[in-house]
């Protein structure tokens, strides 16, 4: 059975950080690509980061310098570090794993953590 449980969600004042942590099972989790997408109220899902399975990151423009990604392969787990942030990051945040491979893509999602920017 696979699970992505996503934790480390919050009520965060503007200029503050979060610590965002996945912890993934039932994965061969040192093979996928894993990466945090988030969903504001009222719009669509987008991307925030990537991290490759060889750990190559990609960041959308607006989190850049303020968010980082990492993975720790022993623990089958992904975090994302959140700095500087501001209501615009308010959202409910998201866990995703992906492998490609001949037979076809396989995705995997967390259930989400909000986190909410305010004063």
């Known amino acids: 059975q696979v699970q992505f449980v996503e934790s480390g969600g919050g009520l965060v004042q503007p200029g503050g950080s979060l610590r965002l942590s996945c912890a993934a099972s039932?994965?061969?989790?040192?093979?996928?690509?894993m990466g945090w997408y988030r969903q504001a109220p009222g719009k669509q899902r987008e991307l925030v980061a990537t991290i490759s399975n060889g750990g190559s990151t990609n960041y959308k423009d607006s989190v850049k310098g303020r968010f980082t990604i990492s993975r720790d392969n022993a623990k089958n787990t992904v975090l994302l570090q959140m700095t500087s942030l501001n209501s615009e990051d308010t959202a409910v945040y998201y866990c995703y794993g992906r492998r490609s491979a001949l037979a076809g893509t396989t995705v995997y999602w967390g259930q989400g953590t909000q986190v909410t920017v305010s004063s």
């Open positions: 039932g994965i061969a989790f040192s093979i996928y690509t």
